[in-house]
């Protein structure tokens, strides 16, 4: 079985609301896929902005942390910086062997999938999708926290604020890859560029002998008394929020799918150019940081001579560009534009990770089908849609703090780097078995690596240790709740999707010929709807047909009966007694009784229906006949035939569309429905 | 065109959870009706508990106003009380008439739709349905208000102790009328007893010399200067506050079918009873409050010496039983039980009145059918949990502060009397005009009759401009507003109604006999659900049968194609390409192009469909098919065909019911069903 599930109403294919169509652009048919794919010039600002804008945060975190200690423990940074630095090159260096190994997008879910058996699978691919809704929550939270920073007014809207970006980037990204892209590359060459020059300028006046002082470094900081272990476990807890900077690494591999051919060489391109810029960003802010004497405090309280109540702590990148530009200079403004605007590209990246991950998993089973459905505009729209509302109720419900949801994110991040580099070093061991008679030159390739994801795996498996110990008890346990919890579900989706495949696939049972067919039209008061059921019931030809009145109120049933005989209807009308006001029991009492008497017959029951042109006026006729439907329908042996009749109101707004043109409906809104009265019922 | 409507999926007859039975009840079969009919010692409880309760907020309010002048105003409280008394015997006398000549129930409604017109009759209706929202909030909060004064510590819970009440009163009633009377006729006694033994013994000790002195006497009360004219508006105010005493006297009037027989008379005695009842408690309790020397204030802050941020000012009724019976004496706590008890049964009286009128309303077609259906308890359901939620909004909205709420109240009532008197003495002169020949003694009783209801009338109109005058700007403009827009919403419906019966009663143009009879069963996956629809379209014999594919992917409708051979499928195949992934448009398109070529075909379309166990199954099925009836019920002579397949789970849950009996699906579960897939459109 393999159904492919459209989303809610207001997404699918058949029916447009012209809102939608201004919103999110003119459908696109199947074969212009191809003309969505991404060159690299244009997948650098897609795929490596995550990554390049971790920078916005973590050499702020990474420093944050150790001044937990004290001013004196920023002695330390430059190790822990260079720590991070190292383990990006390694982790950059391991994605490019896996971009190649496995080239589909299925990623690290892929990787261990396929090499470290189904559960490593669904652990990442749930490590991957908390991910991609935490780099949204991250990234909103720090580009809303640059704004504040160059707008300190806002900050009494920060959580509006980010709920409404994540809003405009669903809007953006229902549209379509491309286009999206086009709109996005500017500000993040715009964010490289000036973050650059800034680097430069800051550490030329440095070396001149005019180095840049931050307004900060003048606040004295409140600072724990800390044991020996406490020391370590510091150093250790700033080592693991500046992994924040790997963050996004990952995007690449997950994307490779939508890059230009050739797929695999153009993604590898990317990958090694996000890579060195990423290094030389991570390092250069670090260092004109700690040359400017930022303190950034967790808590702004601790800073003395900050009046913490008024004022807003500017962000790490604020205070560096105010400290190197002056904080009202045009340039200033422009770094945390830049900055605000990557952060919120990087949002943008999982966007595009998350429903491509998602369909990933839809057509292997472990999600629901509705993620593997593409919209009008050739996006998964669906899983856009719940990354979206995802990530704004995180959002929410953590206030936008930035620290917090780093503390999050980390775990997901390096849990997948963790197994996916894991399962890497299966694969190379496999492929060595397999070239063990092949030249040496691809062996020696295979040894290479191999090396690099095993260093890779024993990296990130030691850092995933570290920030499971020092970010546990930080809001961490929130993630590794999440993740098993993600993995039963996946688990079980798979399990049912197998039992319903195995329940409907064709098999010897399968045989034709059902008997004894007879058509039931049910019948509430004689209107021009019934008779219609009526015509169409005996055009079908069924061996015999029957109205029923189900009778609530004798009177009512006298009224039918009467009728009936006036209009000389061409079926025999049955009226079944109802005491407790019910309709599907009592038609099923009869189809059984009918069945004892005439053996297994096929009952088709007719329900005509209204059909209405607005929303309001469903409100105004009842929803009987779709309940006896739902009911009828668990009797065996019996369908249900819905025969419409189109109100005047609905042809005002549908017209009539007897030849309907192709594609015609899409401009059309959907109609609501209504159904048609059974009978009445009042007593009183 | 007489659709009885049933209500939302919960209080229908054809399904029932077991929860909704524990908390409503086992169903009644409509015989039963008649068993639930009210004695007069029953019908006292529920249909006068709205009046008589209303002299646990009438005095307050009437003295209140006054306090506003200062203590010296309240010399003019026994006149403004006189007053009120006045208006009251003349209300109930002018009701006592009604009930006569209009006893089904519709009360005021009914006496100015047939005297004085439609729209009058609309205004009437809509007054009235603001009425009983706000007689269950005022009542509620005047309770919780009463409650609170004798436990203090609840102060904290105001607004969520009166959402409580309103939903607890909503599930008695959705019990049945006299069950919840049998409940409830105890407290009513109680607090009659109770507050004539109060008026009693606080009235002997007056006259003893040992009068009972409120706690509140020591407080002065910082008064405002006033003008000649704010005097006499500020009386004017008094009086309309202490009208709020009348409030609930229709009740009666509208509840007549509700009374065992004779329903005239027993309902004509219930209503003198309750007159009696209520002049005597609203006099004697205002004469206590005075001499106990009471000073309750619109805003506590006014009371010098009254600490009015930590304490709670409680309610007159509270100060009069603890000055009479002692603050901490069990007879005050009896008191304080007793009179929320009755005015949470006056909030019960419009849980009758609101869909009694609900159900008239609908009959005469101004409301929604679904007013008019009997639920499993043979009470009006809908209308119960309309009232129900409205009053919570109101509570919420007003925060339960009484006063506010009064204000809006006063105004729908007097409109309602206006009318209803008004139409009672054209009523009366259309008698006298019939009767100009007749007995003497019949035209006596007539001008007995006009003569009450022109004072009645006269009486209340000048209440209403007082009223108006006075209540305007107090909040009283929201109710002016809430009348017109309901009336123009069930003109509106009214309207509707009479069009759709126009567009859908039975004439010369129906006839019979539809051609070229087609069945197209919609494939997707050649699977077991398919292969049924296509045995039962055969079964059926239509004159001809196609299985159509809509092909959103070649590879998926290669793999049906070859499916299709490979199982000797015994119907024709087709496959329509759809670029743009519809499925609707491209059938609707070849439904026309098969017209164009065979003429006209009424067509109907088979849709498999899948019947699941449980709700969250269908976040794993698609709506596609769904979307797909819905789209093409629009095209003329389209009927859709959906036949189920009942997938394991739904099987576990419902068990293989070929046989149901009567009555048996009453304790099942309503089935969520999802729809069988139609193809795959994956492309990526």
């Known amino acids: 079985m393999s159904p492919a599930v459209t989303d809610n109403a207001r997404t699918g294919s058949d029916e447009t609301p012209i809102a939608k169509r201004i919103l999110i652009g003119e459908p696109l048919t199947s074969e212009e896929l191809e003309g969505q794919l991404l060159p690299k010039r244009m997948a650098l600002p897609i795929f490596a902005s995550d990554a390049l804008s971790s920078v916005a945060y973590a050499p702020q975190e990474l420093l944050m942390i150790l001044l937990l200690g004290g001013t004196a423990f920023l002695a330390f940074s430059p190790w822990v910086a260079a720590a991070v630095v190292a ?59 640059n704004i504040i920073s160059a707008l300190p007014a806002l900050d009494a809207w920060r959580v509006e604020l980010a709920v409404g970006f994540v809003v405009l980037i669903i809007l953006v990204n229902l549209r379509g890859v491309r286009e999206a892209s086009t709109a996005f590359a500017i500000p993040t060459y715009l964010f490289i560029g ?39 476990l510091l150093i250790l807890r700033a080592f693991s929020s500046g992994c924040s900077a790997l963050t996004g690494v990952e995007a690449v591999s997950n994307g490779v799918p939508a ?26 802010l670090t260092m004109l940081a700690l040359v400017a004497g930022v303190h950034y405090a967790e808590d702004p309280c601790h800073l003395v001579g900050f009046d913490c109540a008024a004022a ?25 534009a830049a900055t605000a605007a990557v952060l919120l ?5 999982a966007f595009n990770g998350f429903p491509l991950l998602g369909s990933v998993l839809a057509r292997d089973g472990y999600a629901p089908k509705a993620l593997n459905t593409r919209g009008d505009r050739l996006v998964y729209s669906n899983g856009m849609i719940i990354l979206g509302l995802a990530a704004a109720l995180v959002l929410i419900v953590f206030q936008a703090r930035l620290t917090t949801l780093i503390q999050l994110y980390i775990i997901g991040v390096f849990v997948s780097f963790s197994l996916g580099q894991l399962g890497m070093v299966k694969h190379w061991r ?42 546990f008890t930080h809001g961490a346990w929130l993630v590794f709740l999440a993740i098993p919890v993600l993995s039963f579900l996946m688990i079980g989706v798979h399990r049912y999707y197998r039992d319903v ?72 009308l049955l009226v079944i007694e109802s005491p407790y006001r019910q309709y599907a029991a ?15 017959s096929l009952m088709t029951v007719y329900l005509p229906q209204y059909i209405v042109g607005h929303w309001w006026e469903t409100m105004l006729h009842n929803r009987r006949a779709r309940r006896i439907a739902q009911q009828l329908m668990l009797v065996h042996g019996v369908q249900i035939t819905l025969v419409p009749w189109l109100l005047d109101s609905s042809e005002l707004i549908y017209g009539r569309r007897s030849r309907p043109l192709p594609g015609d409906d899409r401009a059309g809104r959907i109609p609501t429905y209504g159904l048609v009265s059974h009978t009445d019922d009042e007593q009183g």
């Not at 090159?89 to 999938?113: F, H, N, T, W």
């Not at 105010?322 to 403004?333: I, W």
């Not at 009592?586 to 297994?600: D, S, W």
Request: aromatic share 8%; glycine share 8%.
């Open 345 to 349: 590209l990087a949002a943008n990246t």
């Open 194 to 232: 000036s973050v650059l020059v800034m680097i430069v300028t800051g550490l030329v006046r440095w070396a001149l002998g005019d180095a840049p002082i931050a307004d900060s470094a003048q606040y004295a900081v409140q600072a724990e008394d800390l044991s020996q272990v406490a020391v370590i």
């Open 501 to 572: 495949e195995h329940e409907i696939t064709m098999d010897d049972d399968v045989h034709f010929g059902a008997s004894g067919d007879v058509a039931i039209v049910l019948v509430g008061t004689l209107q021009k709807p019934v008779a219609k059921a009526i015509d169409y019931a005996l055009a079908a030809k069924h061996d015999k047909t029957i109205a029923v009145h189900i009778a609530v109120s004798a009177d009512a049933a006298r009224a039918v009966q009467d009728d009936w005989e006036f209009y000389r209807m061409p079926a025999p």
């Open 312 to 336: 807003v702590q500017p962000s790490l990148m604020a205070q560096v560009a105010a400290a190197t530009f002056g904080g009202g200079s045009v340039l200033f403004f422009i770094i945390q």
């Open 430 to 471: 496999r492929e060595l078995r397999l070239l063990a008679r092949s030249k040496s030159a691809e062996r020696r390739g295979a040894y290479a690596g191999l090396l690099i994801n095993a260093l890779g795996a024993t990296f990130t498996i030691v850092v995933l240790v570290i920030v499971t110990i020092t970010k």
């Open 259 to 284: 890059f230009r051919r050739p797929k695999v060489r153009n993604a590898q391109t990317t990958l090694v150019m996000m890579g060195s810029i990423a290094i030389l960003m991570f390092a250069g």
């Open 586 to 600: 009592p038609l099923a009492q009869f189809i059984a009784q009918y069945r004892a008497k005439h053996g297994p």
């Open 87 to 145: 383990l990006l090159i390694v982790v950059v260096l391991s994605y490019r062997q896996l971009i190649k190994a496995y080239p589909s997008g299925g990623g690290d879910y892929e990787v261990a999938r396929t090499n470290l058996g189904e559960r490593a699978g669904v652990v990442v691919a749930a490590a991957l999708l908390v991910d991609y809704i935490l780099t949204v929550a991250v990234s909103v939270a720090s580009g809303v926290d």
